[in-house]
């Protein structure tokens, strides 16, 4: 049976098709923002067709469909989430505000004109309650059942649709916020109700209450469309298997997830590293480079030693988010980013995108100049072949918003347009550089596999910028991310803060904890159908020297630990502080703060097809030529156009070149050579 993943970014829709011999097929479809099922099924739809079945007849030979989506992310940016109201312990009300006193995350520090951070929770809709735990997990107070339902009948009054319930040390000992949750589910049913211990049952305060609020705010909207979506696929005859992907790299099916919305932030992205380490991978290659330049935003990922990083210390937009994630850095560059003037009248493109409604120019809705836009002034998107065909590309409005451009500049539309493509092009390179420095990695070391529908136009540029020796840009780019949940395994992760320092460890207490969490997680699984034979259990616990602030997660042995092992542990503690940050101190006695465990299902094994040489001459993938603009020349080159379709294992393309898909299109600079793998992946190369 076939498998489905389907990624919904904010401006387009993937799906693509896993059939049972490897080969892989490759659909998109316009986001629909008001209503996302409808480009959801719009890809879907687009899939059944190129079978020749209905679209129930292939929903129901489908076996699985793994989804991510940046729906929640994007509500949480534009402040579209749901009115939250927050239960806390008195006197506690105001952590979330004080945020340990952080004032400023992206502007400058010397900036005095910068507005107070807004909580998603204003203080009106704060309110404590009498209650105490202690952070030994010790009641000493039970909640006062008046005060909490006076508080709940406050917030539903006020038209709250979502309580958040944040009590102090709910993380050692969450019976307190059990309560709270029965009693306001009784008294509003309907409402979303969300626990700090549930969330994120780990310690410090700020973070747990940040993240349980965010969960709060995206909860509603995002429980309505995944239940939408169950809806529609069961109405068209899906019976097999829906998971949604989750930030921490793995997936899940939909009742265990929707009341932990937090974990679908940037569910789309979190799969772009594992493409990029099974690409890397069929070429030996383990040290790379991540980007995936869609519509609206440029992720990249640095994977050193083929190990995909994940953090605890992301912000999204203003906003603490504690949960484990997979390190996936953002800025706001892709297809779809304006181009605009600064106070100083300097051009800048980016953060601002036109989105899928109403997109660049030339999607025939839009005014403002977009790098979609720039790219089609310059030659290197296909007018008649944008999306293969589906979208017709109106060049007369591209060179017109490029030419208000122009205007301001003092320019033409062409050299507008140049300046467009090096500006975005900067913007994607400096934030590889600056998430590489920060790690103290080599750029010359990395090989970049380039995603993403508009990747492929700016990875050579951007290659070429950096130094790097080796781009591989994946017949799936343009869907990147939908080919990393292909490896994604099914799973959640659990956790326990227990603050101890290496003389303070107690081997029965740490069994205790792990044992627990076992339970806990053969519980959730088996709720799936998922057998204790099927489960795998990687047990990790998050050090750090005494005195110091940030943690280092460590794999634990698969035993329980003892005075021998222990020993192994401290030394792997050491020797991956050292990795990380060049030094270590073993002298210095290490903490242990959170002991973490992931439970997952073995997943059905992916293996792309390879192809055979190629038997025919590149001439034969030739599809024609377009006039191009390079490196601010005044004069166009007549660029040589290739099908990618028709393109081989074996054939060498020197550039200047142009590649186009039905998905993407690849440019090879003047002075790159580009091969194609067995896979049909292209090679790019300085010449």
Do not use: C, N, Y
């Given at each position: 049976m076939k498998q489905l993943t389907i990624d919904v970014g904010g401006t387009f829709t993937d799906c693509l098709v896993l059939e049972e011999s490897g080969e892989l097929e490759r659909f998109k479809a316009s986001t629909t923002p008001a209503d996302p099922t409808l480009g959801f099924f719009d890809a879907v739809g687009k899939a059944a067709r190129h079978y020749g079945e209905p679209l129930d007849a292939f929903l129901a030979g489908v076996e699985q469909i793994v989804h991510g989506t940046t729906l929640g992310t994007n509500i949480l940016i534009t402040e579209r989430g749901a009115k939250v109201g927050m239960i806390t312990t008195k006197g506690f009300r105001d952590s979330i505000e004080m945020r340990r006193g952080i004032k400023n995350l992206h502007g400058s520090m010397f900036d005095i004109f910068i507005a107070p951070y807004k909580p998603l929770v204003p203080r009106y809709l704060r309110l404590g309650v009498e209650e105490r735990v202690l952070y030994d997990g010790q009641v000493l107070t039970p909640v006062n059942e008046s005060e909490l339902r006076t508080a709940a009948r406050t917030l539903l009054d006020e038209g709250c649709t979502a309580i958040a319930i944040c009590f102090l040390h709910a993380y050692a000992n969450g019976e307190n916020e059990l309560k709270a949750k029965r009693i306001v589910q009784e008294m509003a049913p309907s409402a979303y109700v969300a626990t700090s211990h549930e969330t994120i049952p780990v310690w410090r305060e700020f973070e747990r209450f940040s993240t349980v609020v965010v969960s709060a705010y995206i909860g509603p909207a995002l429980t309505r469309y995944a239940r939408r979506l169950q809806d529609g696929l069961k109405e068209h005859g899906f019976g097999g298997r829906l998971l949604m992907m989750l930030a921490n790299g793995l997936v899940q099916v939909v009742d265990e997830c929707v009341d932990r919305a937090v974990y679908l932030l940037n569910s789309g992205p979190a799969a772009a590293p594992s493409a990029a380490t099974y690409l890397g991978g069929l070429h030996a290659k383990r040290n790379l480079l991540s980007m995936d330049m869609g519509g609206t935003s440029f992720d990249v990922c640095v994977i050193k030693d083929g190990e995909i990083p994940t953090t605890t210390e992301s912000w999204v937009g203003e906003h603490r988010v504690a949960i484990k994630m997979v390190d996936v850095p953002t800025v706001g560059a892709g297809g779809g980013s304006l181009a605009w003037m600064d106070s100083l009248g300097l051009l800048r493109v980016g953060p601002q995108s036109a989105g899928a409604d109403p997109g660049p120019a030339a999607y025939g809705k839009g005014s403002e100049a977009t790098v979609t836009d720039a790219d089609l002034v310059l030659g290197y998107i296909p007018a008649d072949y944008f999306l293969g065909g589906d979208i017709k590309l109106e060049v007369k409005r591209s060179y017109q918003a490029v030419e208000g451009i122009g205007k301001s500049l003092n320019m033409g539309s062409d050299a507008a347009a140049q300046a467009m493509y090096t500006t975005i092009n900067t913007v994607m390179a400096n934030l590889i550089t600056e998430v590489c420095t920060k790690q103290g990695h080599d750029l010359?070391?990395?090989?970049?596999?380039?995603?993403?529908?508009?990747?492929?136009?700016?990875?050579?540029?951007?290659?070429?910028?950096?130094?790097?020796?080796?781009?591989?840009?994946?017949?799936?780019?343009?869907?990147?991310?939908?080919?990393?949940?292909?490896?994604?395994?099914?799973?959640?992760?659990y956790a326990r803060s227990c603050f101890r320092t290496q003389r303070q460890i107690d081997f029965a207490e740490i069994g205790s904890l792990y044992a627990d969490m076992r339970r806990q997680a053969l519980a959730d699984f088996a709720r799936i159908g998922i057998a204790p034979s099927q489960m795998a259990f990687q047990p990790t616990v998050e050090m750090r020297y005494v005195g110091q602030f940030h943690d280092v997660e460590v794999e634990l042995p698969a035993e329980n630990l003892n005075a021998e092992n222990f020993k192994a542990l401290l030394a792997a503690f050491h020797a991956k502080y050292e990795k990380m940050y060049t030094y270590s101190m073993p002298w210095r006695d290490a903490e242990f703060h959170t002991f973490r465990l992931k439970a997952t299902a073995a997943r059905r094994a992916m293996k792309m097809a390879a192809h055979d040489k190629a038997s025919a001459g590149l001439e034969a993938a030739r599809r024609g030529s377009r006039a191009c603009l390079y490196d601010g020349r005044a004069k166009r080159v007549e660029t040589p156009v290739y099908d990618w379709d028709r393109l081989e294992p074996g054939h060498r393309i020197d550039g200047p070149a142009l590649i186009d898909d039905k998905t993407t299109t690849v440019l090879v600079l003047p002075g790159y050579c580009c091969e194609v793998d067995a896979y049909c992946n292209l090679i790019l190369r300085s010449g």
């Open positions: 010359r070391d990395f090989t970049l596999v380039a995603g993403g529908g508009a990747g492929g136009i700016h990875a050579a540029a951007i290659a070429r910028q950096l130094s790097i020796p080796m781009v591989i840009v994946p017949r799936v780019a343009a869907l990147m991310s939908a080919f990393g949940m292909f490896a994604k395994d099914l799973g959640l992760e």
